[in-house]
């Protein structure tokens, strides 16, 4: 069981303490020092602005605007979403190594033997066409019968 216990902050008792002071005492009278006056070249984004506050701690901070109901949601929405695009890209990583893979295994092999066996027939034709020539030569060398005749 959650036991809740409230805890006071040490400024507000002593900003509390010395109210309760003066409103007994007299009245106090404030210098004009006391009081910040704006300058003209000075701006309300300038006074919010802290250099040594980062983003992070800007978006930490506003974890006490938003009600804990919301920050539940929101932290299950984005973590739904976190795992979401983690296991698609796990799945896509896994789907790119089997095709890669595969395509090694069998790709590579099937291409070697379609080059070879185009080579193949690249060789075949040019036993065909050194035959043709061959007889084309073979017949044309041979001496025509020469035909006798008299006069």
Do not use: C, H
């Not at 000075?42 to 980062?54: G, R, V």
């Not at 193949?120 to 030569?137: R, S, T, Y």
Request: glycine share 2%.
């Amino acid at each position: 069981m959650v036991k809740l216990t409230q805890i006071e902050d040490e400024q507000e008792t002593t900003f509390q303490e010395q109210q309760s002071k003066t409103s007994t005492d007299a009245p106090v009278v404030q210098d004009e020092d006391d009081f910040e006056t704006e300058d003209e070249d000075d701006s309300d984004f300038e006074d919010d602005f802290n250099e040594d506050e980062t983003i992070v701690e800007r978006i930490i901070a506003l974890k006490d605007i938003i009600p804990p109901a919301q920050r539940s949601q929101v932290s299950s929405l984005a973590s739904y979403a976190y795992n979401t695009v983690s296991s698609s890209i796990t799945k896509a990583g896994s789907l790119t190594w089997i095709f890669t893979t595969s395509a090694l295994l069998l790709g590579v092999p099937l291409s070697l033997s379609i080059l070879a066996e185009q080579q193949l027939l690249e060789l075949e034709k040019e036993f065909k066409l050194q035959q043709g020539a061959n007889d084309i030569l073979a017949s044309g060398e041979q001496p025509q019968p020469a035909t006798a005749t008299t006069a």
